[in-house]
């Protein structure tokens, strides 16, 4: 079973910033990719942004040039640099990640994985 937990949330203000962080564990083999989604109150989930193993990244118009997702492939982690924050922003943001595990007979397996989410309010 792979786990994912993330952390970082809480309530800033207007033009603040926060650093959500994600680690992975459990029987990991390898992780492609990684990343951020969130969902407001009466809304759909939407991707926040994302970045491969090969370090490429892909983020949602409306974060780009406030927010830079990062990774350590060592530490199975992903982490998401907010700034500028709006109120607009405020959701509850979840770490996700594809996730290669072992399968039977020496086989693997590819997982997409979800974290319980941390919430983030920016207040104005």
């Known amino acids: 079973q792979v786990q994912l937990v993330e952390s970082g949330g809480g309530l800033v203000q207007a033009g603040g910033s926060l650093r959500l962080s994600c680690a992975a564990s459990?029987?990991?083999?390898?992780?492609?990719?990684m990343g951020w989604y969130r969902q407001a109150p009466g809304k759909q989930r939407e991707l926040v942004a994302t970045v491969t193993s090969g370090r490429i990244t892909n983020y949602a118009d409306s974060v780009k040039g406030r927010f830079t997702i990062s990774r350590d492939n060592a530490k199975n982690a992903v982490y998401l640099q907010m700034n500028s924050l709006k109120p607009e922003d405020t959701a509850v943001y979840s770490c996700?990640?594809?996730?290669?595990?072992?399968?039977?007979?020496?086989?693997?397996?590819?997982?997409?994985?979800w974290g319980q989410g941390t919430q983030v309010t920016v207040f104005s």
């Open positions: 459990g029987s990991i083999f390898s992780i492609n990719t």
């Open positions: 996700y990640a594809q996730v290669l595990t072992s399968g039977s007979n020496g086989s693997k397996l590819s997982r997409g994985s």
